[in-house]
């Protein structure tokens, strides 16, 4: 009776994974389920990562956007300033 590929080669059991930097399968070092949570945890801190990103850039649009409406405030508040200005001066004049 012939030996299984298995019963002469158990090390066909051992898990192999194809890695994008090696470009070939290779047997995992260490151990695997640790492998697993670094990579769930360094997608999740990637996840993380972008969310934090998004919510920077919101609120620096909502402060450029706060800005501009300031700026015109302002400049609506020194026109009526100057018109103010003018008004006094003809007061003046008139007294």
């Excluded at 059991?13 to 047997?27: A, C, E, M």
């Excluded at 640790?34 to 649009?61: A, C, F, H, P, W």
């Excluded at 909502?62 to 018109?83: K, P």
């Amino acid at each position: 009776m012939r030996a299984s590929c298995l019963e002469m080669d158990p090390s066909l059991l051992t898990p192999t994974r194809q890695t994008s930097d090696r470009g070939s399968n290779h047997i995992p070092s260490g151990d695997t389920t640790k492998e697993v949570r670094n990579t769930s945890s360094k997608l999740s801190s990637d996840g993380i990562l972008e969310q934090s990103v998004s919510q920077m850039t919101t609120m620096l649009s909502n402060i450029v956007e706060h800005h501009g409406r300031a700026n015109q405030r302002l400049t609506s508040l020194e026109e009526d300033l100057a018109h103010a200005k003018l008004e006094e001066e003809k007061l003046k004049a008139t007294i």
